[in-house]
């Protein structure tokens, strides 16, 4: 029996490629969806587009992993440990969250409006939800000051930290199946 030869820093550009990827379709949908809330009359649900659009894009990034873990076998046929496949799906996640943290930056000097027309058309929906005044102002408050914490450089930090854990747990784990659906297996 051959031992396998392993590519120890070969996975990086599989990482790069679906990172970069997906991060420009996780960006994109949250774009989106941020826009789409803005041109949006008030509704009397919480449901804007923009929480639908995180909550898509969340689950698109999720596979991230898969696809880094089928390009790194496409250039390497070769059994692959779970655990290798679970390193990349991480990696992966963590590029996702970089790509989609810097062209959120870059986007805020293109359209520097975007954050304060985004938060004007939550708070328009909170108030069109007929709460009572105090739960409607206690909402408003906290989101007003959640979006003044993420122009700072600690709220992008952490924002960039969540969203490492986030897609990185998420792609870990779809890392791990991109191991089982795509590697050849030994006999």
């Known amino acids: 029996m051959e031992p396998h030869q392993t590519n120890e820093a070969s996975y990086w550009n599989s990482v790069a490629m679906a990172g970069l990827l997906f991060g420009l379709i996780v960006f994109a949908v949250n774009i989106i969806g941020g826009y789409m809330t803005i041109q949006t009359e008030s509704a009397d649900t919480l449901m804007a587009e923009s929480m639908i659009a995180g909550l898509l894009s969340c689950l698109?990034?999720?596979?991230?992993?898969?696809?880094?873990v089928k390009y790194y076998v496409k250039e390497y046929p070769q059994p692959l440990l779970i655990g290798r496949g679970?390193?990349?799906g991480l990696a992966t996640g963590v590029v996702i969250a970089l790509v989609f943290s810097v062209l959120s930056l870059l986007w805020n000097v293109i359209d520097p409006a975007y954050t304060e027309n985004l938060m004007e058309s939550t708070i328009a929906n909170i108030e069109a939800m007929g709460l009572n005044e105090a739960q409607q102002q206690d909402m408003i408050d906290s989101i007003a000051e959640q979006m003044q914490q993420m122009q700072t450089t600690g709220g992008v930090l952490m924002a960039f930290g969540m969203n490492a854990l986030l897609y990185g747990i998420l792609n870990l784990l779809t890392g791990m199946l991109g191991v089982k659906f795509f590697a050849p297996h030994e006999d």
């Open 86 to 88: 679970a390193v990349i």
């Open 60 to 68: 698109i990034g999720a596979f991230g992993g898969l696809m880094a």
